[in-house]
């Protein structure tokens, strides 16, 4: 059986370490974007993403640029869900859980984090690109480190379930930040540059870039790791597995029935009809994103009043972002 704490840290792991890759990720293509086109409104896009990402808006007398924008997603170390922040806790989760992750885990995050000062000093002098970059490589780095040399057992099991509720979450952001643009916006292959998608839906699709064929693909494709189907689908496998439970009525814990419902809902969605209602079908998915966490919190690590671990203090500040972005 596994501590709660730790089940804790290892699911908080998996979730920072995602929403760091993908604010990276977001982040490189909306500079790319900003830097290449004239006409755009810098001080708009830069808060729309800042919204997308779901940080705290910019003082509305502070007018923000490219420069501003990367300063506050990804390099500002007091602010709560910067890029930096959550490796930092990532870090922090990882060292009060050494016993349930291995050294090389260990290695990679605490390199990752005692290298961020370099990356951003090189990103500085030749652009953000550099750290972005930087931060991708890891997180892939951390990904196949933790595919490898832990156990997949229940460890492993809360790792990704944090880190596939987490990517449902950034996913439906990358589409929201397009759900209000024409069909025609050629915008919307944003979404896949930002999930690392591109390459993969050229090849399905025949190289038919249609705004229709990007949300089925972002939305619903079985195979696609970053689609929002694909990661219920994986959440909901390591959320059975963790239950073990058995019933004749098939009684379930609410976090696996709300993840459940939710790929029930995408696996049933008529073909052509995808972008009917897209914004609202999203949010939706989004709550329940929140939902899921508060099941998971309460029916696995939320122990007995009486209990009372020795680092609580230190978790209350890991996982503050809990509350704020989620």
Not at 125 to 145: D, I, T
Request: charged fraction near 30%; charge should be negative.
């Amino acid at each position: 059986m596994m501590l709660a704490r730790n089940a804790e840290s290892l699911y908080w792991i998996g979730r920072y370490v995602e929403r760091a890759d993908d604010m990276a990720r977001i982040l490189d293509v909306a500079i790319h974007q900003l830097l290449e086109d004239a006409t755009v409104d810098v001080d708009r896009q830069a808060r729309l993403v800042i919204q997308v990402l779901g940080l705290e808006a910019p003082d509305p007398d502070e007018l923000m640029d490219v420069w501003s924008l990367t300063e506050r997603v990804a390099y500002e170390k007091d602010s709560v869900g910067s890029i930096v922040d959550l490796i930092r806790s990532a870090r922090e989760n990882a060292r009060g859980a050494r016993e349930v992750t291995s050294s090389e885990m260990w290695e990679c995050l605490n390199t990752t984090y005692n290298g961020l000062g370099d990356a951003e000093r090189r990103a500085r002098r030749l652009g953000p690109h550099e750290f972005l970059s930087y931060v991708k490589n890891r997180a892939a780095m951390f990904a196949g480190l933790a595919d490898a040399t832990l156990s997949h057992d229940d460890g492993y099991r809360y790792l990704l379930l944090g880190r596939s509720v987490e990517r449902v979450d950034m996913t439906i952001r990358m589409l929201l930040s397009r759900a209000g643009d024409r069909v025609s916006s050629p915008a919307w292959v944003s979404v896949l540059v930002s999930a690392g998608a591109h390459d993969t839906f050229l090849r399905t699709y025949r190289g038919v870039l249609d705004a229709e064929n990007i949300v089925e693909f972002m939305l619903v494709d079985r195979l696609f790791p970053r689609s929002v189907f694909h990661a219920l689908r994986v959440a909901e496998q390591n959320m059975g597995d963790l239950e073990k439970r058995t019933s004749r009525v098939g009684a379930q814990g609410e976090a696996l029935l709300l993840l459940g419902r939710a790929r029930s809902s995408l696996e049933f969605l008529e073909p052509g009809r995808l972008l009917d209602d897209l914004q609202d079908r999203l949010l939706e998915l989004q709550d329940t994103c929140r939902e899921v966490n508060e099941a998971v919190t309460a029916q696995y690590f939320h122990v007995s009043p009486y209990v009372s671990w020795a680092d609580a203090r230190v978790d209350t500040e890991d996982h503050v972002i809990e509350e704020s972005e989620l």
